[in-house]
């Protein structure tokens, strides 16, 4: 058999592998039944079902076509890595506000297009939003500005 699309081809197996991952520790726990569920009955359903779908993509692969699975690029995945790491290690530090600052501009670098003012009016958004949410709605106690502006 040839595989006429490899991008569904590995998404399948992906799928595949995942769930009979989550389903062998699954297994380990109680099952129970639909009107009293144990700890594993969600979890092998939702298994089962990954699997079932990753057949069906995996099985699709030999019938239909599709596009080849592109290169990696690596800049993105070490930009958006390194900006968690950065913004992990330096919240504490930095506070949530510059934390944000320095977490969606270093996360832009790793982008096809980085263009400063669009990326300032995002992060202008996307921190106020965070603020609003976390630290006024919900009362989470993160340090907001650095500690030592406090």
Request: proline share 5%; glycine share 10%.
């Amino acid at each position: 058999m040839k595989i006429k699309s490899q991008k569904d081809f590995w998404a399948g197996l992906m799928f595949i592998t995942f769930g009979l991952f989550f389903l062998f520790f699954a297994l380990d726990y109680r099952m129970g039944s639909l009107l009293r569920m144990g700890p594993a009955y969600f979890p092998t359903i939702l298994s089962t079902l990954l699997i079932v779908v990753g057949g069906v993509v995996f099985f699709q692969s030999f019938m239909l076509n599709g596009g080849k699975v592109p290169g990696i690029f690596f800049r993105p995945i070490f930009c958006v890595t390194l900006s968690l790491l950065l913004f992990g290690y330096l919240f504490q530090l930095l506070g949530l506000v510059l934390g944000l600052v320095l977490l969606i501009f270093v996360s832009a670098l790793g982008g096809h297009e980085f263009k400063v003012k669009e990326v300032a009016i995002l992060t202008l958004l996307l921190t106020a939003f965070t603020i609003v949410v976390f630290a006024k709605c919900l009362a989470l106690p993160f340090p907001t500005w650095p500690a030592f502006l406090n």
